[in-house]
């Protein structure tokens, strides 16, 4: 099978990512990252699905296939939110926009890359069961999505676009231009910094990138930024096959509205009440070496008590970090622990999963 | 791009520099390999005194985004570790063939650097 391509061409190492041929690293993972940390840069993340869902039962069928609230929504206001099965287990995470100023409700969710197909046939076929009125449309292959995140991202995006960006709020999305291209303008990201995603018609995509003057960024930098705040990833972080969490497991039981019904909530409020077994933590090395995706972790007695689902040599603390699931009684506080790295224990301790101060 | 492939060298097809210096072979990886790793930062090396063998691995390399075995291109005994790659691993990415250098061998058998590959070789591997 081919891979799908993003609409603008790069000039850039390349990997696939959830089916996608995208950019992994344009110059160095540092030097984008400390772009973002610093100044600002761009990341084309056209590899994230966008389906919207619109009709009379639009927002009954959203309310029912993600676990927040989404009947507190605004038009032009978004929230993040968990899609589980009927076990509870997290099958993607999401953004779920209600898009402004439409005449019906009409909502946009964002599944993450090689997920879309999979969500729109999900969304379908709920619809059907439940006998909803509602348009559920594919638009993965029709929005080019760019983030433009760092401290300069409001001057930098604000020269470029007729949204009043300062009177745009967190998780808050607006419609609009982008160097005379129609776009969505959002304030939303998934580096911890300040900084918007705009999504723009496909084949308009070339003339909105190449008028964001500043440091192109890859996959590579989009991870370590994520990382560096304890962000989650999907198919990585949690995957229904390969490591099946629910969200309260994840950390993400802010994003959990028991009080909505919704596929997986009877099944969430049994774990709500008994409390996870285990829960998603930071750790940091304290000796050398960079802590990666299924190295185990052992208590100071050498036993295995869990496993690194994430890990990096941190870019900004200059410090190897890493996440992933432990017996909840080590969430929380600082317990030292153990990584195994080629087969040798090396010291480390629990931190909550974000690492900057 | 153009990698720099130094005439003084020879390769191995994993992507390390062996150079004869004095009767000892000086080993470090290529500027490709650097590329293809990205930002280094961390290395790890084996003690003087350790023997390694030819195309075993004896080290490791990790970049931000992967971690890689480092295989010798000679057989012999570990005579130098390059001690400054513990606190500055870029210099791997910045001076591939100078100060980024790995280990330091007493080669066992010195036919052995024949086999390997010359610049010209090398330099048709990897374009």
């Given at each position: 099978m081919s891979l799908r391509t993003p609409p603008v061409s790069h000039d850039a190492e390349t990997t696939d990512f959830g089916g996608w041929e995208m950019p992994v690293e344009f110059d160095s993972i540092r030097t984008e990252h400390e772009a973002v940390r610093e100044r600002v840069?761009?990341?084309?993340?056209?590899?994230?699905?966008?389906?919207?869902?619109?009709?009379?039962?639009?927002?009954?069928?959203?309310?029912?296939?993600?676990?927040?609230?989404?009947?507190?929504?605004?038009?032009?206001?978004?929230?993040?939110?968990?899609?589980?099965?009927?076990?509870?287990?997290?099958?993607?995470?999401?953004?779920?926009?209600?898009?402004?100023?439409?005449?019906?409700?009409?909502?946009?969710?964002?599944?993450?890359?090689?997920?879309?197909?999979?969500?729109?046939?999900?969304?379908?076929?709920?619809r059907e069961e439940w006998e909803l009125d509602a348009t559920v449309t594919n638009r993965t292959e029709e929005y080019a999505m760019f983030a433009i995140q760092g401290p300069d991202s409001p001057d930098l995006l604000g020269a470029q676009t007729d949204v009043d960006l300062p009177t745009l709020?967190?998780?808050?999305?607006?419609?609009?231009?982008?160097?005379?291209?129609?776009?969505?303008?959002?304030?939303?990201?998934?580096?911890?910094?300040?900084?918007?995603?705009?999504?723009?018609?496909?084949?308009?995509?070339?003339?909105?990138?190449?008028?964001?003057?500043?440091?192109?960024?890859?996959l590579g930098a989009r991870d370590t930024l994520r990382m560096e705040m304890g962000f989650l990833l999907s198919g990585q972080d949690f995957d229904p096959e390969e490591e099946p969490r629910n969200p309260f497991e994840a950390g993400i039981g802010f994003a959990v509205e028991l009080d909505t019904e919704f596929v997986g909530r009877a099944a969430l409020?049994?774990?709500?009440?008994?409390?996870?077994?285990?829960?998603?933590?930071?750790?940091?090395?304290?000796?050398?070496?960079?802590?990666?995706?299924?190295?185990?972790?052992?208590?100071?007695?050498?036993?295995?008590?869990?496993?690194?689902?994430?890990?990096?040599?941190?870019?900004?603390?200059?410090?190897?970090?890493?996440?992933?699931?432990?017996?909840?009684?080590?969430?929380?506080e600082e317990r030292s622990v153990r990584i195994l790295i080629r087969d040798e224990p090396k010291k480390a301790h629990t931190t909550t999963p974000g690492f900057l101060p | 791009m153009s990698f720099e492939i130094p005439d003084d060298c020879r390769y191995l097809e994993s992507h390390?520099?062996?150079?004869?210096?004095?009767?000892?072979?000086?080993?470090?990886?290529?500027?490709?390999?650097?590329?293809?790793?990205?930002?280094?930062?961390?290395?790890?090396?084996?003690?003087?005194?350790?023997?390694?063998?030819?195309?075993?691995?004896?080290?490791?390399?990790?970049?931000?985004?992967?971690?890689?075995?480092?295989?010798?291109?000679?057989?012999?005994?570990?005579?130098?570790?390059?001690?400054?790659?513990?606190?500055?691993?870029?210099?791997?990415?910045?001076?591939?063939?100078?100060?980024?250098?790995?280990i330091e061998v007493d080669p066992e058998d010195e036919s052995e650097l024949h086999v390997l590959l010359t610049p010209e070789e090398y330099r048709e591997q990897i374009e």
């Open positions: 840069g761009k990341f084309d993340v056209s590899h994230m699905g966008e389906i919207t869902v619109s009709g009379p039962d639009a927002g009954r069928l959203l309310q029912r296939l993600t676990t927040n609230d989404a009947s507190v929504l605004d038009p032009g206001e978004a929230q993040y939110a968990a899609i589980t099965d009927e076990r509870g287990v997290m099958l993607d995470d999401t953004i779920v926009y209600r898009l402004p100023e439409e005449d019906d409700e009409t909502y946009l969710f964002i599944p993450n890359a090689g997920h879309d197909e999979e969500m729109f046939d999900r969304w379908v076929n709920h709020s967190r998780m808050e999305v607006t419609s609009g231009t982008v160097a005379g291209v129609d776009a969505l303008v959002a304030y939303t990201g998934y580096t911890g910094e300040q900084g918007y995603e705009a999504l723009v018609p496909w084949e308009e995509a070339g003339t909105v990138w190449d008028a964001l003057d500043c440091q192109p960024c890859g409020a049994g774990v709500d009440a008994e409390g996870p077994e285990e829960k998603f933590v930071g750790v940091r090395l304290e000796e050398r070496g960079v802590p990666r995706h299924g190295y185990e972790v052992q208590n100071t007695d050498g036993e295995r008590i869990g496993h690194l689902t994430s890990g990096t040599m941190s870019p900004t603390l200059g410090e190897p970090i890493g996440l992933g699931y432990l017996p909840a009684e080590y969430a929380g | 390390e520099w062996a150079r004869t210096e004095n009767g000892t072979v000086r080993v470090g990886i290529t500027d490709f390999a650097q590329d293809e790793l990205g930002d280094v930062v961390f290395v790890e090396l084996p003690e003087v005194g350790d023997a390694v063998g030819m195309e075993d691995a004896f080290g490791v390399i990790e970049s931000i985004k992967a971690v890689s075995d480092i295989y010798a291109p000679v057989s012999g005994t570990v005579t130098a570790a390059n001690e400054t790659l513990i606190d500055e691993p870029e210099l791997v990415n910045e001076d591939p063939y100078g100060e980024g250098w790995m």
